[in-house]
């Protein structure tokens, strides 16, 4: 039979060329192979199916999930400010008529900054002093009138009056002498904090109005920074919370001391502060980045955070059981960059495939790899002296 199948060949490929002594070997070999498998088509020696199971079969890690804790954190851009801040602003407007600092100068408590012609000055101290002369005028006569109301010349009634424009007049002295102060205090503009100045863009004989801002100073304590969060985040914030700011490669701790209550009507989000300590090298007005913890959950279950996938939205681990792969829904919590809570869907004593392989789908087989990186056959789990038949995966 085999004699026939041969000449069968090597008729039909002599047809199409002449034939090497090369190509009547594999001729005659695959016809041996053909009759040994029972004139089966595509058998194969027993041993070469073996070997071809066993490649395979994947290797896989899988790790029991554990108790721990998992911190989310959220990077956000933030503004640098002086902790103690001052704008100093006009409180009456005029001429600048001398301006005695400049941006970078430090300054202490009440040094004079600049003067301003408030051209009110002249005329509070005019009804100032038209106010002392009147006042003077009714004291004097008050005294006359007094002798002539021991002498009972003038009634109780008249002496009265005397007296109650005397103290009339004292009212409209005081008043008018207040206004000359303040005016005075207007035109002479005082650092209310030590501390340096930040900006300051006034030049003599500049005109500024009631309320313009004239020049910023910054004390000379530590510096905070500014940044804005959603609602998401601002729930899982709290005054003393510890954060971070980074700058150029450094990093600088800060810890959270104002949380605003309200939105910011500018871009809908809530305003944070947190002071920062050692940051002095870092310029006021610029932008870093801020990182806060804006989540926390702790002694919950964790599973490797590369060993979920998600399908439809929905999060799946795979288990390993007796060399068989299982595909399991969880629930997942909150996660980092290395590990992720589980809320529900799985056992604390399964073990969870932490590797990626693609023959992980429902009911492939694999063999787990064990601690001292040898590979435990499928059905075989590392520790054990069972041994089940490995099957190929489909």
Known sequence: MIKGRVKALIKSAGKRKKLTAAAVTVIVLAAAAAAAGGGKKN???????????????????????????????????????????????????????????????????????CTIDTEQVDSAKNSMDAAAI???????TLSRMQLLYQGGDISDQEWEQYQNNVKSAKLQYESAKLSYEKQVEYSSVTAPIGGKI?????????????????????????????????????????????MTVEKEGNAYEGVINDISTMVDDSNGLFKIKADLAQADSVATGSVVKVKVISGRSDNVMTVPVDAIYYDGGVGNVYVYEDGAVHKKEVEVGLYDSELAEIRSGLA???LVIST???QLYEGSTVNLKSEGGESAPAGKEPGTGRTETSAAAE
């Open 198 to 242: 930040e900006s300051c863009d006034l030049e003599v004989y500049d005109r500024v109005n009631q309320s313009d801002q004239l020049c910023v100073i910054s004390g000379q304590g530590n510096k905070r920074v500014s940044f804005y969060v959603t609602e998401g985040v601002v729930r899982n914030l709290s005054l003393g919370d510890k």
């Open 43 to 113: 058998a194969m020696p027993a041993g070469m199916m073996g070997q071809q199971t066993m490649n395979n079969v994947a290797t896989v890690k899988a790790v029991a999930p554990q108790t721990g804790s998992i911190e989310k954190t959220t990077s956000l851009a933030g503004k640098v400010e002086p902790a103690d801040v001052v704008y100093v602003y006009a409180k009456a407007g005029g001429d600048v008529t001398s301006v005695l600092v400049k941006a970078g100068d430090t300054v202490q408590a009440g040094q004079l900054l």
């Open 134 to 140: 009147s006042l003077s005028e009714d004291q004097s």
């Open 356 to 358: 990626w392989s693609s």
């Open 348 to 350: 604390a004593d399964e």
